[in-house]
């Protein structure tokens, strides 16, 4: 495994456009989480049995992980983004991608809009979100669980960085821990997955520009 190295000069990054279909704008948390710190890291621990959550607390969860606080422009036009979550070199190529038919009036996924604070329904083949649904069902039982899973656009980091795959895994790790310890805080149980969620999440995207599933979380 040879180390990631920042290169001297960088491509610009192609965006990424999400077929948008419907868009549920996010409400700004605004509750105090009550748990102190040691409490949560006490507290935390995988569990894979699930009770549902409403929008507001799924909005609380994505506020503290993956909104966007800070942004800074880069000379090239990268947007550099800081947020819960730390992410190699501020590139945070990964997106989330929601799936809950109850809470979400739809099967289909919704993809989180880190600077609106919105979830957005993608329109993408039924049958397909189908067979990922099952796979990851197969793993751990997802009745009353939210699914939150990792959308990898290697691009983002592969242009700042040479050898950038272990940034791209090492920042998959920094989502697990910072949505796990939220939703320790939060009282909602979340258990990661091990699967990447391929070659489903890579068919449903038609493997364009090198998309990939990192895993994810089941929450609820
Ligand atoms: C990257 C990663 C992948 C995991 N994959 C699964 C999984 O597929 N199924 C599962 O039941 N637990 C999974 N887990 C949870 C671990 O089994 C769990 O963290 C471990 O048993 C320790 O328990 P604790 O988290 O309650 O301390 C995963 C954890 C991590 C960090």
Redesign the pocket.
């Known amino acids: 495994m040879k180390n990631p190295q920042p290169r001297t000069t960088e491509k610009p990054v192609a965006p990424f456009d999400y077929p948008i279909q419907h868009t549920i704008k996010l409400s700004k948390s605004i509750d105090p989480i009550p748990a102190s710190f040691d409490e949560v890291i006490t507290k935390?621990?995988?569990?894979?049995t699930f009770s549902g959550i409403n929008l507001g607390q799924l909005s609380n969860i994505l506020w503290y992980t993956a909104k966007v606080k800070k942004t800074l422009l880069q000379d090239n036009g990268y947007i550099l983004t800081h947020r819960g979550t730390p992410s190699a070199g501020a590139r945070h190529p990964i997106d989330i991608l929601i799936i809950d038919a109850t809470l979400l009036d739809s099967n289909l996924p919704h993809y989180y809009n880190p600077i609106e604070h919105s979830l957005n329904r993608i329109d993408l083949p039924a049958q397909l979100v189908a067979n990922f649904f099952e796979h990851v069902n197969v793993?751990?039982n997802t009745t009353n669980a939210t699914i939150l899973w990792f959308i990898a656009h290697p691009d983002r980091t592969a242009t700042k960085y040479e050898n950038p795959e272990s940034l791209i895994w090492r920042d998959?790790?920094a989502l697990?821990?910072s949505i796990?310890l939220t939703c320790t805080a939060l009282n909602v149980s979340c258990?990661?997955?091990?699967?990447l969620g391929e070659p489903y999440i890579s068919d449903l995207f038609n493997h364009q520009s090198g998309v990939f599933g990192a895993?994810g979380v089941l929450i609820g």
């Open positions: 935390r621990k995988s569990a894979r793993i751990v998959a790790g697990i821990n796990q258990c990661p997955i091990g699967s895993g």
